[in-house]
């Protein structure tokens, strides 16, 4: 331990040793505290805000998605693009501003985690990354006032913080009207507020809005023999964001977020058929440390509940329920 106290002084009094035309006590005393807090994280193993534990590493976010992200072609090209394009720069115009739409059980949250664990050395799990569940965060919607103010304070201490946050709002279509406007001056292209720039941040709004009708495209296509891959961003990102804005319960509903063309993609999640459950099932295997069986996989997804109720097209659930039923059919 004395070993290492002594390289840690040593390190700090070399980092410091500064040649200067006048002695300025202040000058070296703040580097000196600047350096010994930088060790003692290294040193204790801490997380903290540089290049040592956010990294972006778009070979391995392409790839999650290719192979863990099934059945949802438009979100993987789009999400890929928007990150990389967003992350490579040095010094974006504004946050990054993602909101994910479709039915449950498709992939939202875990296209979140995918894109935390591929910039934060700890993924989801990093300090760094801050998740928001309208239900759980935002139950009441009396205190609506109340929660704006403690929002607006949260971020704005977080990103001064680390500049290289996440935040994540979950069940936006449980979100009082009117809440989510409380962070639409973070999201815009301002250099700094109040001495903090924002613009290296990422925002990413998940909601079940408009499942119905990405779900009826879907399903059009499916009537008239069309490849769902044939489905296209423009075929849906219109109506995506209007019925948003439209929607009481869509916790963007008038909001000036999407009046001012603050929310960079509308990104619309299908509906996901058997093919794609029993994908599900078998990466879920894999996940496990299970040998992929397709006969186990087959009989997962065959006992769900589809619809419509006779051509039994799309998973009601997606893929959620797998976790929770793969131990039943084990072998």
């Not at 059945?71 to 040095?90: D, P, R, T, Y």
């Not at 044939?230 to 990102?237: G, R, Y």
Request: net charge neutral; glycine share 6%; aromatic share 12%.
């Amino acid at each position: 331990m004395k070993a290492v106290q002594t390289y840690l002084l040593l390190y700090v009094f070399l980092m410091t040793s500064v040649l200067v035309n006048t002695f300025d006590p202040k000058l070296i005393f703040d580097r000196m505290a600047d350096n010994m807090r930088k060790m003692w994280q290294i040193f204790k193993g801490q997380e903290s805000c540089d290049s040592g534990w956010i990294s972006f590493n778009a070979a391995g976010l392409q790839a999650d998605l290719e192979s863990k992200l099934f059945g949802q072609h438009i979100a993987l090209n789009i999400i890929l693009k928007a990150v990389n394009g967003f992350m490579s720069k040095e010094n974006p115009e504004k946050p990054l501003v993602l909101s994910l739409h479709g039915p449950t059980g498709t992939g939202k949250s875990f296209v979140s985690s995918l894109i935390a664990d591929n910039i934060y050395k700890e993924g989801i799990d990093s300090k760094f990354v801050h998740v928001f569940i309208a239900t759980h965060h935002f139950p009441h919607s009396s205190q609506t006032d109340t929660y704006k103010s403690q929002l607006q304070q949260w971020i704005k201490g977080n990103v001064t913080n680390c500049p290289q946050s996440m935040f994540i709002f979950d069940e936006m279509d449980k979100m009082h009207p009117g809440l989510i406007d409380s962070v639409k001056s973070f999201l815009d292209y301002y250099k700094k507020l109040d001495g903090v720039s924002y613009r290296k941040t990422i925002f990413i709004f998940l909601s079940n809005t408009e499942a119905h009708s990405i779900t009826e495209t879907a399903l059009h296509f499916w009537r008239t023999g069309q490849d769902r891959e044939d489905i296209e961003l423009k075929d849906l990102e219109t109506s995506l964001s209007a019925s948003a804005f439209n929607n009481k319960g869509s916790g963007l509903w008038h909001s000036s977020l999407i009046k001012q063309n603050m929310v960079d993609f509308f990104i619309p999640f299908l509906p996901l058929e058997y093919k794609h459950v029993v994908q599900c099932v078998m990466a879920q295997m894999q996940a496990e440390g299970l040998k992929p069986n397709q006969d186990v996989a087959h009989k997962l997804a065959i006992d769900l509940e589809y619809f419509p109720k006779f051509e039994r097209v799309f998973s009601v659930s997606g893929c959620k329920k797998i976790t929770s039923r793969l131990p039943f059919y084990k072998e």
